[in-house]
């Protein structure tokens, strides 16, 4: 995307300045030709059809072969951004042939999308070339003959001659924006096709009767036939805490993710109050009503309020303060310019700690009335996680609060526990009923206590 914004943008900055001036040379030297003597002048056309045909040719392949080229060029940025983030991976399980082998593969494809596209330009450009060099060479002809005859004079021919060795210029300039506007093209279709992803907003979204969190017989799957989670039915209650555990792979944060709209199931159905909550995340109606907290807490280039308000456009100065005070962010007194602070390279970096809170404030300043949390403060340090969890604690009082939990503590102190094994919800109900049961909760707690 970067690569093809920077296309885009060069294109339109320079284009319109650069083949108005084109076209405007072309037309005044055909005109100046035709003055000089009309012969010369119809002379000096005999190379526009060829032009216009190989430049119809050209454009006819174009467009594909330089989208197929941007694919291309995507795809490996991709293979190298992911094998670079997860090297470490990639070193345990000993997959680094295999990433190489892809990432050749990749490079490959890129090579022979290159290779298409710079065989239709060595038809174009070739072509064109010899398109300017035949007018010229028919107006000495052409030209001798006629001073010869005594029709053209001398100066005529020689001027004729000159005017359209000065036509090359801007007819290679007018070529080189065609390539250049393709390329463009291509890109341009590329960035938009980004927006055609995102699923059309549905202003005429029904609102939600009541905030009852349901999900029913819900499937879902990142792979065609590599299923994550296999009718999962579950239902919590507003003002619940409900902690969902399992071994790791058994689709917790999966369903994490259903529940908060990023995805949408391939079957069954997600609700909030009786309404799909892919239609309400569509809308832009779900961030007011179920917010999803994970390990990552981003802080945007720009001011405190700014990183604070496009929680809530229409907080003032007094709601974001009394967000921030409620997550015991006592940090913000220091800053140099208050609420103007830019935060950022260039200005203020927060430490770990001082970014969740940011984040917490935020969550406080939407004011969801569900929080779904998945694990959001188990990368940082212990006092760090003190600090965040003091936070979390506040912002989450008198919210329904879906925990998935990677520390069983937090299970214990929930109202109820859903056990997921391999997709599937196994078990639900209170800390003491599953564990009194003796099933797969009662064995992770022993083995969270070391009694196994």
Same mark, same amino acid.
């Given at each position: 995307?970067?690569?093809?914004?920077?296309?885009?943008?060069?294109?339109?900055?320079?284009?319109?300045?650069?083949?108005?001036?084109?076209?405007?040379?072309?037309? =005044?030297?055909?005109?100046?030709?035709?003055?000089? =003597?009309? $012969?010369?002048? !119809?002379?000096?056309?005999?190379?526009?059809?060829?032009?216009?045909?190989? =430049?119809?040719?050209?454009?006819?392949?174009s467009r594909e072969a330089y989208l197929a080229e941007g694919a291309a060029a995507?795809?490996?940025?991709?293979?190298? &951004?992911?094998?670079?983030l997860g090297a470490r991976t990639v070193e345990a399980y000993g997959l680094q042939?295999?990433?190489?082998?892809?990432?050749?593969?990749?490079?490959?494809?890129?090579?022979?999308?290159?290779?298409?596209?710079?065989?239709?330009?060595? +038809?174009?450009?070739?072509?064109?070339?010899?398109?300017?060099?035949?007018?010229?060479?028919?107006?000495?002809?052409?030209?001798?003959?006629? @001073?010869?005859?005594?029709?053209?004079?001398?100066?005529?021919? +020689?001027?004729?001659?000159?005017?359209?060795?000065? $036509? !090359?210029?801007?007819?290679?300039?007018?070529?080189?924006?065609?390539?250049? $506007?393709?390329?463009?093209?291509?890109?341009?279709?590329?960035?938009?096709?980004?927006?055609?992803?995102?699923?059309?907003?549905?202003?005429? !979204?029904?609102?939600?009767?009541?905030?009852?969190? *349901?999900?029913?017989?819900?499937?879902?799957?990142? $792979?065609?036939?590599?299923?994550?989670?296999?009718?999962?039915?579950?239902?919590?209650?507003?003002?619940?805490?409900?902690? !969902?555990?399992?071994?790791?792979?058994?689709?917790?944060?999966?369903?994490?993710?259903?529940?908060?709209?990023?995805?949408?199931?391939?079957?069954?159905?997600?609700?909030?109050?009786?309404?799909?909550?892919?239609?309400?995340?569509?809308?832009?109606?779900?961030?007011?009503? +179920?917010?999803?907290?994970?390990?990552?807490?981003?802080?945007?280039?720009?001011?405190?309020? *700014? &990183?604070?308000?496009?929680?809530?456009?229409?907080?003032?100065?007094?709601?974001?303060?009394?967000?921030?005070?409620?997550?015991?962010?006592?940090?913000?007194?220091?800053?140099?310019?208050?609420?103007?602070?830019?935060?950022?390279?260039?200005? +203020?970096?927060?430490?770990?700690?001082?970014?969740?809170?940011?984040?917490?404030?935020?969550?406080?300043?939407?004011?969801?009335?569900?929080?779904?949390?998945? *694990?959001?403060?188990?990368?940082?340090?212990?006092?760090?996680?003190?600090?965040? *969890?003091?936070?979390?604690?506040?912002?989450?009082?008198?919210?329904?609060?879906?925990?998935?939990?990677?520390?069983?503590?937090?299970?214990?102190?929930?109202?109820?526990?859903?056990?997921?094994?391999?997709?599937?919800?196994?078990?639900?109900?209170?800390?003491?009923?599953?564990?009194?049961?003796?099933?797969? @909760?009662?064995?992770?707690?022993?083995?969270? &206590?070391?009694?196994?």
């Open positions: 995307a970067t690569l093809d914004v920077a296309t885009v943008a060069a294109t339109l900055r320079s284009a319109g300045p650069d083949i108005f001036v084109a076209v405007v040379q072309a037309v =005044s030297i055909f005109g100046a030709i035709f003055l000089l =003597s009309p $012969l010369l002048g !119809v002379c000096s056309l005999v190379g526009l059809p060829l032009i216009a045909g190989v =430049s119809r040719w050209y454009l006819a392949r995507g795809e490996v940025s991709e293979t190298l &951004n992911s094998t670079a042939e295999r990433r190489g082998q892809v990432l050749d593969e990749a490079v490959d494809t890129t090579y022979r999308a290159g290779e298409r596209t710079l065989a239709l330009r060595s +038809v174009l450009f070739p072509v064109t070339e010899f398109a300017h060099t035949l007018p010229l060479a028919l107006i000495l002809l052409a030209g001798g003959f006629g @001073y010869l005859e005594g029709v053209l004079s001398l100066g005529a021919v +020689v001027a004729g001659g000159l005017y359209m060795w000065q $036509l !090359v210029d801007p007819l290679d300039q007018l070529l080189v924006w065609v390539e250049q $506007l393709q390329r463009s093209g291509a890109s341009f279709a590329r960035i938009k096709g980004v927006g055609l992803v995102a699923r059309p907003q549905d202003a005429q !979204v029904t609102a939600p009767d009541g905030d009852l969190v *349901e999900v029913i017989g819900v499937g879902y799957s990142y $792979l065609p036939g590599q299923e994550v989670l296999r009718d999962v039915t579950l239902s919590v209650r507003p003002g619940e805490r409900l902690a !969902v555990v399992g071994r790791s792979g058994a689709g917790k944060s999966t369903l994490g993710k259903l529940l908060a709209g990023v995805d949408a199931p391939d079957s069954g159905s997600v609700l909030v109050g009786g309404v799909p909550v892919a239609e309400l995340a569509a809308a832009g109606e779900l961030g007011s009503r +179920v917010v999803l907290i994970t390990q990552e807490h981003h802080v945007f280039l720009g001011t405190l309020r *700014e &990183n604070m308000t496009m929680a809530a456009s229409g907080a003032d100065d007094a709601a974001v303060l009394a967000a921030l005070a409620l997550v015991e962010a006592e940090w913000v007194a220091g800053l140099p310019d208050g609420l103007d602070t830019r935060l950022g390279p260039g200005g +203020v970096v927060l430490e770990a700690a001082q970014a969740q809170q940011l984040t917490l404030a935020r969550v406080q300043l939407a004011d969801p009335h569900t929080l779904i949390l998945d *694990e959001a403060t188990s990368l940082l340090d212990p006092r760090t996680a003190r600090q965040a *969890e003091r936070a979390m604690a506040a912002v989450r009082a008198d919210r329904t609060v879906i925990a998935i939990a990677h520390r069983l503590q937090t299970a214990h102190d929930a109202d109820r526990v859903a056990v997921m094994d391999a997709g599937r919800v196994v078990e639900l109900g209170t800390h003491e009923e599953l564990v009194a049961a003796g099933g797969a @909760y009662a064995a992770l707690w022993r083995s969270w &206590n070391g009694e196994d």
